[in-house]
Nanobody, 125 residues
Framework: QVQLVESGGGLVQAGGSLRLSCATS????????MGWFRQAPGKDREFIAT????????DYADSVKGRFTISRDNAKSTVYLQMNSLKPEDTAVYYC??????????????????WGQGTQVTVSS
């Protein structure tokens, strides 16, 4: 069974850093792209970052560009989200997702067909 398991969330002060991990199983890591999304209380889930399997190109939401970095370790079948200079508005549940099919863009959650359970990130001011 295909699974995505996130880890690395927690409580951090503003300006601090966290690294989220998304461990994959099955054939998920051969997906066309992997992405990170987040959902804050009372808000819709929003796109954060994505990385393509072919070529490893990345894309980021403007709100995190320059602060967050998505990467992948093929040997470990794991995707990471390095988060620096965290702000209180980054507080949310963070989700890892896999997109099976190729697309011109991976910013929409409709492109993704497998999701992890989420990990909480809380940034205190």
């Amino acid at each position: 069974q295909v699974q995505l398991v996130e880890s690395g969330g927690g409580l951090v002060q503003a300006g601090g850093s966290l690294r989220l991990s998304c461990a994959t199983s099955g054939r998920t890591f051969s997906s066309a792209a992997m992405g990170w999304f987040r959902q804050a209380p009372g808000k819709d889930r929003e796109f954060i970052a994505t990385i393509r399997r072919s070529g490893g190109s990345t894309d980021y939401a403007d709100s995190v560009k320059g602060r967050f970095t998505i990467s992948r370790d093929n040997a470990k079948s794991t995707v990471y989200l390095q988060m620096n200079s965290l702000k209180p508005e980054d507080t949310a549940v963070y989700y890892c997702a896999a997109a099976t099919y190729y697309s011109s863009t991976y910013r929409s959650e409709r492109r993704y067909d497998t999701w992890g359970q989420g990990t909480q990130v809380t940034v205190s001011s």
